[in-house]
Protein backbone atom coordinates (compact mmCIF):
# COMPACT_ATOMS: atom_id res chain seq x y z
CA UNK A 1 0.00 0.00 0.00
CA UNK A 2 1.26 3.20 -1.21
CA UNK A 3 1.80 5.50 1.57
CA UNK A 4 2.00 9.86 1.44
CA UNK A 5 3.32 12.37 4.15
CA UNK A 6 3.71 15.91 3.33
CA UNK A 7 5.97 17.78 5.62
CA UNK A 8 7.19 21.40 5.73
CA UNK A 9 6.64 24.67 7.46
CA UNK A 10 3.16 25.59 9.09
CA UNK A 11 3.85 28.81 8.82
CA UNK A 12 5.60 31.21 6.23
CA UNK A 13 5.46 34.91 5.88
CA UNK A 14 4.41 36.93 2.67
CA UNK A 15 6.68 37.48 -0.01
CA UNK A 16 8.56 34.00 0.70
CA UNK A 17 8.60 30.76 -0.31
CA UNK A 18 6.92 27.75 0.55
CA UNK A 19 8.32 24.65 0.43
CA UNK A 20 6.70 21.35 1.32
CA UNK A 21 8.03 17.50 0.58
CA UNK A 22 5.64 14.80 0.11
CA UNK A 23 7.74 11.55 1.39
CA UNK A 24 6.30 8.40 -0.61
CA UNK A 25 6.31 4.71 0.75
CA UNK A 26 4.83 1.38 -0.59
CA UNK A 27 5.79 2.36 -4.47
CA UNK A 28 8.83 4.04 -5.98
CA UNK A 29 7.89 7.59 -7.71
CA UNK A 30 9.62 6.60 -10.60
CA UNK A 31 7.52 3.69 -11.02
CA UNK A 32 6.04 3.58 -14.87
CA UNK A 33 3.93 5.55 -15.51
CA UNK A 34 2.27 7.73 -13.16
CA UNK A 35 1.46 11.74 -11.78
CA UNK A 36 2.49 12.94 -8.30
CA UNK A 37 0.61 15.67 -7.74
CA UNK A 38 0.66 18.99 -5.23
CA UNK A 39 -2.96 19.94 -4.04
CA UNK A 40 -4.36 22.58 -1.95
CA UNK A 41 -7.52 23.54 -0.21
CA UNK A 42 -8.03 26.83 1.04
CA UNK A 43 -10.61 27.82 3.87
CA UNK A 44 -13.91 27.26 3.05
CA UNK A 45 -12.69 26.87 -0.22
CA UNK A 46 -12.80 23.70 -2.76
CA UNK A 47 -9.81 22.02 -3.68
CA UNK A 48 -7.18 23.67 -6.57
CA UNK A 49 -4.75 21.13 -8.38
CA UNK A 50 -1.36 23.05 -8.15
CA UNK A 51 0.47 20.34 -10.66
CA UNK A 52 2.13 17.48 -10.85
CA UNK A 53 5.67 15.50 -11.25
CA UNK A 54 5.24 12.19 -13.60
CA UNK A 55 7.37 8.93 -12.65
CA UNK A 56 9.28 10.38 -16.09
CA UNK A 57 10.28 13.45 -14.38
CA UNK A 58 8.51 15.55 -16.45
CA UNK A 59 5.86 18.48 -14.90
CA UNK A 60 2.91 19.95 -14.89
CA UNK A 61 1.46 22.83 -13.52
CA UNK A 62 -1.61 24.80 -13.19
CA UNK A 63 -1.58 27.81 -15.67
CA UNK A 64 -2.88 29.66 -12.66
CA UNK A 65 0.37 28.78 -10.30
CA UNK A 66 3.02 28.45 -13.13
CA UNK A 67 4.78 31.31 -12.69
CA UNK A 68 5.57 30.97 -8.75
CA UNK A 69 5.46 26.99 -9.02
CA UNK A 70 8.23 24.12 -8.79
CA UNK A 71 7.99 21.08 -8.54
CA UNK A 72 11.01 18.59 -8.07
CA UNK A 73 12.21 15.28 -7.18
CA UNK A 74 14.83 13.51 -5.10
CA UNK A 75 14.36 9.67 -6.21
CA UNK A 76 17.01 8.48 -3.65
CA UNK A 77 14.46 9.66 -1.57
CA UNK A 78 11.20 8.94 -2.89
CA UNK A 79 10.55 12.27 -2.28
CA UNK A 80 8.97 15.05 -4.47
CA UNK A 81 8.56 18.57 -3.61
CA UNK A 82 6.88 21.84 -3.86
CA UNK A 83 7.95 25.18 -3.90
CA UNK A 84 5.61 28.35 -4.05
CA UNK A 85 7.23 31.70 -4.39
CA UNK A 86 6.31 35.31 -3.57
CA UNK A 87 3.18 33.80 -1.42
CA UNK A 88 0.33 36.34 0.01
CA UNK A 89 -2.27 35.18 2.47
CA UNK A 90 -4.74 33.53 -0.12
CA UNK A 91 -2.21 30.89 -0.30
CA UNK A 92 -3.00 30.27 2.80
CA UNK A 93 -4.56 26.16 2.72
CA UNK A 94 -4.28 22.80 3.60
CA UNK A 95 -1.55 21.08 1.01
CA UNK A 96 -1.85 17.78 -0.44
CA UNK A 97 0.06 15.17 -2.18
CA UNK A 98 -1.23 12.49 -3.96
CA UNK A 99 -0.70 10.05 -6.77
CA UNK A 100 -1.79 6.21 -7.68
CA UNK A 101 -5.29 7.45 -6.12
CA UNK A 102 -3.20 7.58 -3.20
CA UNK A 103 -3.32 10.92 -0.37
CA UNK A 104 -1.42 12.66 2.01
CA UNK A 105 -3.40 13.63 5.22
CA UNK A 106 -2.47 16.82 4.49
CA UNK A 107 -0.55 19.92 6.04
CA UNK A 108 -1.82 23.17 7.05
CA UNK A 109 0.06 26.19 5.86
CA UNK A 110 -0.60 29.80 6.64
CA UNK A 111 1.17 33.05 5.25
CA UNK A 112 1.26 35.81 7.73
CA UNK A 113 3.74 37.77 9.23
Known amino acids: QVQLQESGPGLVKPSQTLSLTCTVS??????????WNWIRQPPGKGLEWMGAIASDGNTYYSPSLKSRTSISRDTSKNQFSLQLSSVTPEDTAVYYC?????WGQGTQVTVSS
Open 98 to 102: SGRAY
Open 26 to 35: GGSITTHYYR
